[in-house]
């Protein structure tokens, strides 16, 4: 019996055991972090009686949809203004930074031109400045030109995201440099090979990322509030803020219209979640 067919078995208890064990850590960890959100949902669903019960019950004891109702028809929340102002900026930044990111991330991996470090590591260094010392030049800056209390405010600052960049730069590096000569070869011009092999090996890197700015635009709640002023063009995290107040003593109403601000980020999750389950694959197997 050679040691190999001794050792083995010993490996696969090993790799069981972890596998166990991280179960065990990480199942009764998402309970205790899906709670909240589902104590939100089902609360949505609960009158403003019930909702006040002590003790609380955690499961409705009569579903309800008056609280959805009273949202709708409420005449000083028009939602589907603020749900527009929210999705176009949402869906601009997140169209135009997966352009740039992954378009500057692929010459940084791929190209040599003078002055390349220095540009790459001055890009990188503007993430160590925190976002709040950038709000006063910022926003004096969208005042000369004209954009405040409009949704291009909050687009056109938003282009280049230095992280993005990065994260692209090093999946474009995993790229085969004989891939994109045989496209060469064959007569395909630079943008060509962009278009048609670089951003299809990067499908994995731009649902992830795509997934996480549309997060962050869709939830950005103190920027939006310098810029937008005029209710009209407000997005829904300031106007969730403003209902909460309005109705400090109604908490189902607040639960309700907290869920209508999520569902989207959950859709566009739910939409995506293969690809970035993918992206982390690739990226431990890099």
Do not use: C
Not at 47 to 63: A, L, Q, V
Not at 79 to 84: A, G, I, P
Not at 183 to 192: I, L, Y
């Amino acid at each position: 019996m050679t040691s190999a067919t001794l050792t083995k078995p010993s490996l696969m208890h090993r790799m069981r055991y972890r596998i166990n064990l991280a179960y065990f850590i990480l199942i009764p960890a998402s309970i205790v972090a899906a709670l909240p959100f589902l104590w939100m949902i089902l609360g949505s669903f609960k009158s403003g009686r019930e909702i006040r019960k002590i003790p609380p019950t955690f499961f409705p004891e009569e579903y309800t949809l008056e609280n959805y109702q009273t949202i709708f028809q409420e005449e000083d929340l028009p939602l589907d203004l603020f749900y527009r102002n929210s999705a176009i900026i949402a869906i601009a930044n997140v169209v135009q930074v997966l352009f740039t990111s992954s378009l500057f991330g692929y010459i940084f991996a791929k190209f040599e031109f003078r002055g390349k470090a220095l540009l790459f590591w001055f890009i990188m260094a503007t993430m160590i400045i925190p976002s709040q010392v950038m709000m006063i030049p910022g926003y004096l800056i969208l005042a000369r030109l004209k954009l405040i209390n409009k949704l291009w405010g909050l687009i056109v600052p938003a282009a280049i995201d230095a992280f993005g960049i990065f994260l692209f730069r090093q999946f474009s590096l995993s790229i085969p440099n004989e891939l994109l000569d045989a496209a060469r070869v064959d007569g395909a011009s630079e943008f060509r090979i962009f278009r048609s092999i670089v951003l299809h090996q990067l499908r994995p890197a731009l649902a992830t990322f795509g997934m996480l700015t549309f997060m962050f635009n869709w939830n950005a709640y103190l920027w939006p509030l310098i810029v937008l002023t005029e209710q009209k063009v407000r997005t829904l995290p300031i106007i969730l803020t403003w209902y909460s107040n309005m109705h400090a003593d109604q908490m189902h109403l607040t639960m309700a219209a907290s869920v209508l601000v999520v569902l989207p980020v959950l859709l566009v999750f739910l939409f995506t979640q293969r690809w970035i389950v993918h992206g982390i694959t690739l990226t431990g197997l890099k």
